[in-house]
């Protein structure tokens, strides 16, 4: 156990939906990252919050959004959703940020949008 | 931009030893990470090197990094059953550390 927590474990939605995944950080960790993990795209970075902020953007689409919350849990909403959002999305944190840092991964969601 | 490779497959009998590699293009990342990935589930962090090292070991773990050719390698001692999963190399990004993954090495360890 990594100590990083994601819910909902499956989600099932239709295109043109809107979901949201949260993640909660190992406790004391400051950074959170999301990562899609796809059969074509294999894991790509999304983005990464430092305690509430916006500090590194990935292959994050603008239908994609995120926000890290003062308790540091963080939620990805995706909206608008399309068949190829079929993906695992996964969570990760670590404890500093500035510096390349041991990164404790989720359990991951995921999600089929049908 | 940065890219991360390695072999899809890789097969051995249990018992021997598995050496998965990984060449990537990111010559200023500062740590190269191997992790573990089984069905159905998360990524597992196995191990970690930083960038000015040329070997770590971690129990049945040896990670090589040959800076010169931008080369890693994970060598897995006495490969058990348990082993079977992926094997992901991934290199960190610039100074926020987000990492870049290679496709993953499917590792098939027969009995």
């Known amino acids: 156990d990594s100590g990083v927590t994601q819910t909902p474990k499956h989600l099932i939605t239709a295109t043109g939906q809107r979901v949201t995944l949260r993640c909660s950080p190992r406790?004391?960790?400051?950074?959170v990252y999301w990562y899609q993990q796809s059969l074509d795209q294999g894991l790509q970075f999304l983005i990464q919050y430092y305690n509430g902020e916006e500090r590194a953007k990935g292959n994050i689409l603008e239908r994609f959004s995120a926000q890290q919350f003062p308790d540091l849990h963080s939620e990805l909403n995706l909206s608008s959703l399309e068949l190829g959002d079929s993906a695992l999305y996964f969570c990760?944190?670590?404890?500093?940020?500035?510096?390349?840092?041991?990164?404790?991964f989720g359990p991951g969601t995921r999600l089929t949008v049908t | 931009g940065e890219d991360v490779e390695q072999s899809l497959f890789l097969s051995v009998r249990e018992g021997d030893s598995s050496v998965i590699n990984c060449t990537y293009t990111?010559?200023?990342?500062?740590?190269l990470y191997w992790y573990k990935q089984e069905p159905g589930a998360g990524l597992q962090l196995l191990t970690y090197i930083f960038s000015n090292m040329d070997m770590k070991q971690d129990q049945r773990l040896t990670v090589l990094l040959n800076k010169k050719d931008k080369h890693l390698s994970l060598r897995i001692a006495d490969t058990q059953t348990g082993d079977s999963a992926i094997y992901f190399c991934a290199e960190s990004e610039g100074s926020q550390g987000n990492l870049i993954f290679g496709k993953g090495t499917k590792l098939s360890v027969k009995p």
């Open positions: 406790s004391g960790d400051l950074s």
């Open positions: 990111d010559s200023s990342s500062t740590y």
């Open positions: 990760a944190s670590s404890g500093r940020t500035g510096t390349p840092a041991e990164q404790y």
